[in-house]
């Protein structure tokens, strides 16, 4: 490699960075780093010198870093007291100087099998280069890039797509992230590394019929997890999935690695590794598999030891009431779920909650967010007080919660208590579990639950279900009956999936039955087996019910306050989103559009179009842009004594465009 004479100052003995030359291939393999299993190189167009530099990756990690400290000769210091001043004119001034990008290196199969080499260039997600300047980027890089590789533009976020959709494709040829990374053979949807033995199923059958020999010390493998998924080592997906799904939610909580592999059954023929005892190593861009000599001397999990702690549930005389008269507090009457939606309509209604302080909090070297949520909230200039009035407003104008009311434990007290059968039952049960019988836990807690569906709603209770709501039943509305127990959206113990819900309600006797469905599921052999794991009691375990009348929805979906991959970006929001229900977004009915927003710079982008095919119109895209700096609000209120502890938040857009919130918990991190 031969460098220009005016390049010895920005070139050392442990810096290869390269000024002003042609890139060839071997260049940039010399320069480039690795991000998932891409290799890729940092450039910096200088306008103003018509030059450009080719960053040594190992050596300038950091674009801001490089521009202050080697081109403007700036101190760390003073980029540091300064720092969003200084993003804001290289990634966001329409005059800027400095083009900022990374060149990726991709490999495409052609239909004779050959392997053709191309390169794609993308800025930074927060940067909001126009189509003027997307284009004079494009054409700088290609003008110096060997003419024998494709080069590729692709799009940050929906802003630049939104700027190229009147430059031409044969002018500026362009991928979407969801082209490039849709095929991707690996990816990570919960961090981890453990080790135990492969248990590989081609189907759910095969999965079924070994489900019962499960244990601890197993990584399950198959193209889509069950729900009913016993705790294990490791979940292995074979096809494509959500981080949002019930199983990356439980696999988050538990702790345990997670990904999507989908050359598994090639890694397992070529390594031999059915059945054989594996490290299993998730991490944000690599993802591998190694077989073993022989079995480890593995230790009980520690989730063996651990055990989660519930209050004590409260069964006096608490009333049938109605979600917006519930607050937090009320969890232990009534449940998490129940509680949270009550909290929910009282921040919506009073308006008087900071839904500021993940904004206030130190990210250094910046004292606080407050100026990009002064900029998110449209008053750039607004004082700390103002952007509590101006947050409470975007929130109560952008969402409602759902009305509706919430059946307390006492009902579900006074049912369990109403059958000597069922209390004798529920004794055994106990039994079982205290000495830890596993081999007939199971069959006790189906028995229980045969006994529960078969027995009559005594009248009392039954008076006070349908009397909750009158009105809704005379007029033959469809009702929604959600579980809402105090065993579960617990630190370490989130049961996502694990309890029911009746979404397809109609009259007084599919109301109670429904109820008495949900009830029923405290019992299920899955539940009670992972309470037992965590030593949940029993004793203390409730089940509160949520009834609310059935909102049509255009769309439904999760939103979580975080990106479940990489743990530690503060900034964006994950959003999942399908026609419909939300249940179809976790469930893994559907693959479902997945989308990045920023809440503190802004934007947003594509990440999947799931099984539809096509993304969502901008102006959907916008609106959910709106809904995930809502749920980052939310978040300051919700996460208690944590403002950085994400939130999990189910919501349904209906065919009037308006947002509806139907659960808010913790997420499990």
């Given amino acids: 490699m031969t460098l220009a004479p005016d390049e010895a100052s920005a070139s050392d003995a442990a810096d290869r960075t390269v000024i002003g030359a042609n890139l060839s291939l071997p260049l940039f393999r010399t320069l480039s780093g690795v991000l998932a299993g891409h290799s890729y190189l940092k450039v910096v167009v200088d306008r103003t010198e018509d030059t450009w530099h080719l960053l040594d990756t190992s050596a300038h990690p950091f674009h801001v870093d490089y521009i202050a400290t080697r081109v403007l000769g700036m101190t760390a210091d003073e980029l540091d007291a300064d720092l969003d001043a200084f993003n804001a004119s290289v990634y966001m001034a329409p005059g800027r100087r400095f083009l900022l990008g990374v060149l990726s290196l991709h490999c495409d199969e052609e239909a004779d099998g050959t392997e053709r080499l191309f390169l794609v260039l993308e800025t930074t997600e927060a940067d909001t280069m126009d189509g003027t300047l997307l284009k004079d980027f494009y054409d700088y890089v290609r003008a110096r890039v060997d003419g024998r590789l494709p080069l590729l533009l692709k799009p940050a976020n929906h802003g630049q797509e939104h700027e190229l959709a009147s430059i031409s494709e044969a002018r500026v040829p362009r991928i979407l992230s969801q082209q490039l990374f849709g095929n991707r053979t690996r990816t990570c ?12 199923f081609r189907s759910l059958d095969e999965y079924r019929g070994a489900a019962v020999d499960l244990g601890w010390s197993d990584i399950v493998a198959m193209p889509c997890l069950p729900d009913d998924v016993p705790r294990v080592a490791g979940f292995v997906n074979t096809e494509p999935t959500t981080p949002l799904s019930h199983t990356n939610v439980l696999a988050s909580g538990w702790g345990i690695p997670n990904a999507i592999v989908r050359d598994l059954n090639a890694l397992v023929k070529r390594h031999g590794l059915a059945d054989a005892w594996v490290r299993y190593s998730v991490q944000e861009d690599t993802i591998t598999l190694e077989r073993l000599a022989g079995p480890p001397e593995l230790e009980q999990p520690v989730w063996h030891q651990q055990r989660i702690r519930i209050d004590t549930p409260l069964l006096a005389d608490a009333p049938i009431m109605a979600l917006h008269r519930l607050r937090r507090a009320d969890r232990d009457s009534y449940g998490t779920k129940a509680a949270n939606l009550g909290e ?7 308006r008087t909650a900071d839904l500021t302080t993940f904004y206030t909090r130190p990210r250094p070297p910046r004292p606080d ?6 900029s998110r909230l449209g008053e750039p200039e607004a004082p700390a007080q103002r952007l509590r009035v101006l947050a409470a407003e975007c929130v ?19 049912y369990l208590t109403s059958s000597p ?8 049960l106990k039994m079982a579990l205290e000495l830890d019988a596993l ?13 529960m569906q078969n027995m009559p709603m005594p009248d009392e209770i039954a008076r006070a279900i349908t009397g909750s709501v009158p009105k809704l039943l005379d007029e033959g509305r469809r009702l929604v009956v959600r579980s809402s127990s105090n065993a579960e959206d617990l630190p370490g113990f989130s049961a996502a999936g694990i309890y029911d819900s009746v979404t397809t309600v109609r009259g007084a006797d599919q109301l109670l039955d429904a109820v008495r469905h949900v009830w029923v599921s405290l019992l299920s052999p899955r539940s009670v087996r992972l309470r037992h794991q965590v030593g949940i009691s029993l004793d203390d375990t409730y089940m509160g019910v949520i009834i609310q009348e059935y909102a049509p929805a255009d769309l439904g979906g999760v939103l979580v306050t975080c990106n479940p991959t990489r743990r530690g970006d503060f900034r964006n929001v994950y959003l999942n989103c399908t026609a419909g229900s939300p249940e179809r977004v976790v469930d893994g009915t559907v693959l479902p559009h997945q989308y990045l927003y920023n809440t503190v710079e802004g934007g947003g982008r594509t990440v999947a179009v ?17 809904l995930a700096l809502v749920g980052r609000l939310l978040q300051s209120h919700f996460s208690e004594d944590d403002p950085d502890g994400a939130l999990d938040i189910e919501w349904l857009m209906t065919d009037e465009g308006a947002f509806q919130l139907v659960q808010v918990r913790p997420y499990a991190q």
């Fill in 421 to 428: 059968a069922l209390q004798q039952g529920i004794g055994k």
């Fill in 344 to 350: 929910l309509h009282h921040v919506l209604d009073s």
């Fill in 396 to 414: 109560a104008q952008a969402v409602r919660a759902p009305r509706g009311v919430a059946v307390p434990f006492r009902l579900h007290h006074l």
């Fill in 439 to 451: 081999d007939v836990i199971d069959s006790i807690s189906l028995d229980l639950q045969h006994l």
């Fill in 369 to 374: 967010l407050l100026a990009h949520l002064a």
């Fill in 189 to 200: 949807l919960n961090m981890g590394v453990a080790e135990g033995r492969l248990r590989y």
């Fill in 610 to 626: 799931g099984s539809t095919g096509t993304d969502l119109a901008a102006s959907t895209r916008a609106s959910l842009a709106r």
